[in-house]
Structures are given as structure tokens and as C-alpha cells.
């Protein structure tokens, strides 16, 4: 199908029982009987979270534009990754995604934003989770202090070179799929 051809509609699933199986304040674990399209019925398991947001953080130097990366532990794969700043409010889920921006900005890297730029939206694991995300540029950057959460105690932040930053990317350093996506839309747009 080429893009200018026009999409068959949904199709339709039906719910026949639906139950959440597990909750805390971050995540609900929803598992839906459902009957698909073709009459057959099966099992969907649904991992609902709030929408969340992801910065990248472009600043100058001398020597060209750079960008401040967070490097934290992640438990469920024990392992420390590179990760542009994000993050969700759970304590206000109806904020303004604009100002979860600002926040998460300020909150992981001490960073304060004169202009952030809207790049879009995207979802994080369409076949398993409701979770969206929205995607900024900061630029014009002011440093100060941090304000992390005690879950937040093993993260530094980094600030480096564009270009250092593309190599990363390309040497497989940087594992984070929100990373590269938002880097992927800001880039195609021309933002970065």
C-alpha cells in the first residue's frame, strides 16, 4: 500500500471481559478476553501508563551544538543506559505536557529552558502499552541545580558534542528506543 492510498478502516475487536490484574501509581497491568475480527477469541494483556515526555537538551559551545544526555541504572534489565531526560508526572496526570517538559528538564539535569519546541507525539510499545509520549527540543539553556527523585540517586548527566553524540548512536551505544526515536523525529523535521 502506498502512503496515498487510503487505509482500510479498524477493524473491529470485541471485548468480551476485561480485568486489571495488577496496579500501582505508575502502571496497571489490564488483561482483556477479547474476540477478533475473524471470530476467533483469545487474550490481550495491556500495560496502561500516563503519557510521559522526552527532551533533548541542544545547547552551544564553541565548537558546535551539543546535547546533555542522563546516564542511569535501569533495573528491569540491570544495566545503565544513555537516555535523553524523561519522564512522567504520576502525582498530576492531567499537567501539560509543556510543563512536564520543563520539569523533567530541570528535575534530571538542573537545565532551564528559555524555548521548548514541540516535535510530536509517538507510543512506547504499541503491541503491549497505552503509554504515549511527546517529544521537545530545549534550546537557549541555563544551568541549575538538579532536583532529582531519591529513585533517581545512581543518574549523572553529560553534556557532549552533537556529533559525539550521532557516533553513539551509530556505534550502538545508545540502547534507549525513546532516545532514538525522539533524536530520529527531531532530526527529520530539521530541529537538530
Known amino acids: 500500500m502506498s ?6 478502516p479498524l477493524p473491529h475487536y470485541e471485548v468480551l471481559s476485561t480485568r486489571t ?27 496502561e501508563r500516563g503519557e510521559f515526555v522526552v527532551i533533548l537538551p541542544l545547547g552551544e559551545s564553541p565548537d558546535g551544538p551539543t546535547v546533555t544526555l542522563v546516564r542511569q ?12 531526560p524523561m519522564g512522567m508526572w504520576e502525582s498530576k496526570p492531567n499537567a501539560a505536557a509543556e510543563d512536564v517538559a520543563a520539569g523533567e528538564l530541570r528535575e534530571e539535569t538542573g537545565l532551564i529552558a528559555d ?3 514541540y516535535a510530536g ?15 521537545y527540543l530545549a534550546t537557549g539553556l541555563r544551568q541549575g541545580p538538579t532536583a532529582r527523585e531519591a529513585t533517581e540517586d545512581d543518574m549523572s548527566c553529560h553534556t557532549l558534542p552533537l556529533a559525539e553524540f550521532e557516533q553513539m548512536i551509530a556505534r550502538g551505544d545508545i540502547a534507549c528506543m525513546v532516545t532514538l526515536a525522539a533524536f530520529a523525529r527531531l532530526r527529520a523535521q530539521g530541529l537538530v
Not at 490484574?21 to 494483556?45: H, M, S
Not at 507525539?121 to 511527546?134: L, R
Request: charged share 25%; net charge positive; hydrophobic share 35%.
Open 3 to 8: 502512503l496515498e492510498e487510503k487505509e482500510p
Open 21 to 47: 490484574a495488577y496496579k500501582n501509581k505508575w502502571t496497571a497491568l489490564r488483561e482483556d478476553i477479547i474476540r477478533r475480527p475473524n471470530g476467533q477469541d483469545g487474550l490481550y494483556g495491556v500495560v
Open 73 to 84: 541504572y535501569r533495573y528491569p534489565i540491570h544495566a545503565r543506559l544513555w537516555e535523553l
Open 115 to 117: 524555548k521548548l519546541i
Open 121 to 135: 507525539s509517538m507510543f512506547q510499545g504499541a503491541g503491549y502499552s497505552t503509554q504515549k509520549g511527546h517529544i
